[in-house]
C-alpha cells in the first residue's frame, strides 16, 4: 500500500527542519529540558538528527518507535544488522545478541526475513558520520492496518509536540501566568484562557491536573472532583473525562478510577 521506491527522498516529511532529534537515559540532565519516552517517528527524522539524539520541537525523545520493511539481514555471532526502509529512507539497525539466552531458547531472536515490515523500539546513535538504530526490541507486523497507523501517530506526535512547544513558550514570557499552581496545572486559572490543543479552558483545568500528577498510577478521579467541585458540576466533570478518553488526551491506569495524560512524562 506504500511505495517503497519512494524511501529515498520521498514526499514525506520533506522539511528536515522540522524534526530535530531522541537523546539517550544516559545522557546529562539538563534543567527545565523537555523529554518524552517514547515516540513513534519515520527514517527521514533519525537520519537527520543532531548528535545529542532525536527531538521534535525541542522534546528529547528517549526511545524512538519505527515501522518499515527489512531490505537486507546480516547475522554475526553477537549482532544482528538489519537495512530497514520505509517511504522516507533507508537506514541501518542492529540488535545485540545474548549468547547464553540463545543457547537456552531460540526465540530470543526475531523471527523476520528479508521484505518483512518490522516495528523496532531503540536508540538512535552516530556511527563513524552514519546514524544508526541500536535495537531493544523488534516485532515483526502482522496488520497491515498497522502501517498506515505508525505514520498517523508520527503526524499526531508532532501536531501535539508543536503545540506543546508553543503552549511552553507562552508560558515562560508570562511568568505570572502559573504562579502559586502546581507543575504543569492551569487549575485556577481564568476560565476565559484561549483554547489550547484542541481543549477549551474546562477540559484544560480537568486535562492539567491529571498531567500534573507525578504517581505512576495517575490521579484518582475522587481528587480530581474534590478540586474541581467548586468550579463545575460532577456531570460535566464526568462527560469531559469520558470525552478526553476517548479523543486520546488521557487513559485510565490501574483501573477506571485512575487517570494520566498520554503526553505525560
Known sequence: MWNDQSAVGGGFFNSPGQFGAATTPNQAQKTSRRVSRTAPIVIRQALHCGDDGVKIWGTEIQIVSILARVRN??????????TIQDITGRMRAVLWIDQEAMEED???????????????????????????????????????NTITFHYLQCINNKVKMEADSKKEKVVNNNPTFTSGLPANSMVGMNENTSSVNGL?????????????????????????????????????????LEWMCGEGHI???????????????
Not at 212 to 229: C, H, N, V
Open 73 to 82: 539481514i546480516r547475522m554475526q555471532s553477537s549482532k544482528i544488522t538489519y
Open 106 to 144: 531460540d526465540k530470543s531472536t526475531p523471527k523476520v526475513q528479508v521484505n518483512d515490515y518490522v516495528q523496532i523500539y531503540g536508540n538512535v546513535k552516530a556511527n563513524k558520520g552514519k546514524k544508526v538504530l541500536m535495537a531493544f526490541k523488534i516485532m515483526p507486523v502482522t496488520d497491515v
Open 200 to 240: 477549551n479552558p474546562r477540559q484544560m483545568m480537568v486535562f492539567n491536573l491529571i498531567r500534573s500528577s507525578t504517581l505512576e498510577q495517575g490521579i484518582s478521579k475522587q481528587d480530581m472532583f474534590a478540586t474541581l467541585k467548586d468550579r463545575m458540576a460532577q456531570i460535566e466533570f464526568e462527560n469531559i
Open 251 to 265: 487513559y485510565s491506569t490501574i483501573d477506571e478510577e485512575h487517570f494520566r495524560a498520554t503526553d505525560a512524562f
